[in-house]
Every structure is written in structure tokens, then in C-alpha cells.
């Protein structure tokens, strides 16, 4: 007569799992903090997030390397070497953050586009006068 493997203890299957690590949903999925993070943690984190997603860094550093002048999409998917639909996205991040405030802004210039359109430049929000930023924030 063969026995049946009985396997995991049965009443284990129930027991609910310790408490983990949440993901703090700022736009990277890299970036863990406590169940209940400090306030402190959470701006840190935050501040962090354009080193830790290497494409969105890269937009980042082509931008603040361009200082006022700024850089459209079109100069940043030239300046970064991605498509745009990795470079539009990865700007969007840093313009949008999901907590605190943009690290670039609409600098209030358009350039042209290779079609002719007019384009928005994007500078370094420590770069922008400090109206700008919290309009852009809020």
C-alpha cells in the first residue's frame, strides 16, 4: 500500500504571512520602505528615485547638463539615446512625482520641433524661479 505524500503542514496553508514591506508606489518599483515609514524615510526615498531608474537618471543628468537652456522631448530622446516611448514617459516621472515636488519644470520656452511645432523646454526645477515650481507641484 502506498502512502500519499502528505506535503505542507496543512495548517500552515492558513496562516496569514507576516507583515512585509510595502512598495512605496512613487513611480519606481525599487524603492521599499517600512509599513509605516517616517516622514523622514519617505523624503529620501523620494529624493533617490531619479538615481535609481537609470533611464529616468539619464533624462534627468541631460537636463540639469543643459541647465537653462533645457532640452525638449525631441533634444532629450536625442541627448539620452532612447525612443520616445521610453524618454516621454521617464520625463513625466520626474515633472509629475507621485509625492513632493517635480525636480523639472516647464521653463515657460518653446522650441520647435524637427516638424516645426512648438515644444516645451524642460530645465532643472532648482534652475526655475520658485513660483513656477509650486504651480507646477500643485
Not at 58 to 74: C, K, M, P, S
Not at 88 to 111: A, F, T, Y
Amino acid at each position: 500500500m502506498r502512502h500519499a505524500d502528505p506535503g505542507p503542514d496543512q495548517g500552515a496553508l492558513f496562516v496569514p504571512p507576516p507583515e512585509l514591506e510595502r512598495v512605496h508606489a512613487v513611480g519606481d518599483p525599487h524603492v521599499y520602505l517600512p509599513a509605516q515609514p517616517h516622514a523622514t524615510q519617505v523624503q529620501a526615498a523620494g529624493r533617490a528615485l531619479p538615481r535609481t531608474g537609470s533611464d529616468r537618471g539619464r533624462v534627468l543628468q541631460a537636463i540639469q547638463a543643459a541647465g537653462h537652456d533645457g532640452l525638449t522631448d525631441e533634444e532629450i530622446q536625442r541627448d539620452t539615446r532612447l525612443g520616445a516611448n521610453t524618454a516621454r514617459p521617464r520625463r513625466h516621472e520626474l515633472s509629475n512625482p507621485k509625492h513632493g515636488d517635480p525636480w523639472i519644470v516647464d521653463s515657460g520656452q518653446r522650441r520647435p520641433t524637427s516638424t516645426g511645432n512648438p515644444s516645451i523646454v524642460w530645465i532643472a526645477s532648482e534652475l526655475a524661479p520658485l513660483d513656477r515650481v509650486t504651480r507646477e507641484a500643485g
